[in-house]
């Protein structure tokens, strides 16, 4: 029997590509593991009516942890244009697998390392940033309250005396049924869990900040709630050394093209870290480098920062560093120290030579490498021992 039971999710689009391409790496290293693969995308809103079919949830429960390539989120109505026809009228919403993986399993944290390799000839900024943000992952305003229209008791408790807005009554001039509503509800448990983890991480290696990501000045509960949040967690770690930093998402977003190398780790709700995960991403060669994790307590789901990019589906050229780097950080969630640093060490040189790339790196005019060749090379190096 393998070692490791894997839910096996390449998802829609590229990530079908992307996923092959990290089994050929997988393999190279003799990853013990048995890759169960799980249904999961827009092929089973269309034909089910559910992106994320129960018997999926199922399998994730029976498997140490797993893998996930790209998902396709379309807008409300043209999900319903693509619905099977004789599903339709029967109340189905779309809603994103992805965002609702994450609150089933509570995969609360959602790690992003942003790391320039050296000689990447996309480092335009410079081979020294090495950020890393922690998202949190089931709050804010991707918790998925919302509405439109705007019901009339929604509109009324927000209008109660006492702890309504008075400016309320202007939306109801506007007509509630012109109204949309999409909440940003965070728990102190929520903000501090994330901040912890963000200064652990920091302690256990050797970073010199962690720098919050917030807008408290006109966010006002939430963002003020994670900014008392955050002061008070970095009194726990601020003795040994770490600097609390404070910043605002727009102005951050500035800073960190400006001076990239003045960050370090960073943290943020789920929004902002969505935003300043893929701003990160840019500083380091694009998605096609930027990997990911979703973890929970007992469970993680790992996922590449990049979407399905549906018009490369099935071309066999994108990036596959950033699924390849995704294996990695599940390697170093399973323990196996010495896999992910042989992996990480392939990746790592392929970079550097800078020969097999894809089109991304090379540019389309320049014989770029498909997926899978970039796959290979990393594969070839990871066979052999670090250094050789
Ligand atoms: C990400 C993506 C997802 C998110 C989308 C596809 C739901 O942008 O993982 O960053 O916003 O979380
Ligand atoms: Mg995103």
């Not at 269309?46 to 396709?72: S, V, W």
């Not at 893929?278 to 929970?296: M, S």
Request: charged share 25%.
């Amino acid at each position: 029997m393998a070692k490791y039971k894997i839910a096996w999710m390449p998802g829609d689009g590229v990530g079908n590509d992307v996923m092959n391409a990290t089994r050929i790496v997988l393999d190279a290293l003799q990853f013990d593991a048995e890759y169960i693969p799980a249904d999961i995308g827009w092929e089973f809103w269309c034909t089910e009516g559910n992106p994320l079919p129960d018997r999926t949830i199922e399998i994730l429960k029976q498997t140490d942890c797993a893998l996930f390539g790209a998902i396709t989120s379309k807008p409300r109505d043209e999900a319903n244009e693509e619905l099977d026809p004789s599903l339709r009228d029967k109340g189905l919403s779309y809603f994103s697998p992805i965002v609702k993986l994450r609150q089933l399993f509570n995969l609360h944290t959602n790690l992003r390392p942003c790391k320039a390799y050296p000689g990447n000839p996309l480092n335009k900024l410079g081979d020294d940033i090495d950020l890393v943000v922690f998202r949190e992952n089931t709050e804010g305003m991707y918790g998925g309250v919302e509405w439109f229209p705007l019901p009339e008791e929604i509109y009324t408790a927000m209008c109660a005396p006492g702890y309504g807005n008075p400016k309320m009554v202007k939306w109801k001039d506007k007509g509630l049924e012109n109204v949309a509503l999409s909440t940003r509800i965070m728990s102190k448990q929520g903000c501090e869990s994330i901040c912890r983890q963000a200064f652990d991480y920091a302690k256990k290696f050797n970073r010199k900040s962690v720098t919050l990501v917030e807008k408290p000045n006109v966010l006002r509960e939430t963002g003020g709630l994670m900014t008392r949040v955050f002061r008070d967690v970095a009194k726990d770690y601020t003795g040994g050394g770490i600097e609390a930093w404070e910043a605002n998402i727009d102005a951050i977003c500035m800073w960190m093209i400006k001076n990239p190398q003045d960050y370090d780790v960073l943290v943020a709700e789920n929004m902002f870290g969505d935003i300043v995960s893929d701003l990160c991403a840019g500083l380091v060669g694009g998605l096609g480098f930027a990997c990911a994790a979703n973890i929970g307590d007992e469970y993680a789901v790992f996922e590449p920062t990049h979407g399905s990019a549906p018009k490369y589906d099935g071309k066999n050229c994108v990036n596959p560093i950033a699924m390849i780097l995704t294996a990695k950080m599940m390697l170093d969630w399973l323990g196996e120290d010495e896999l992910a640093h042989r992996l990480e060490a392939a990746v790592a040189e392929v970079i550097k030579e800078n020969k097999i790339a894809t089109y991304d790196v090379k540019g389309r005019d320049n014989n770029p490498n498909s997926t899978t060749e970039v796959a290979e090379e990393v594969a070839r190096k990871v066979a052999q021992p670090v250094g050789a």
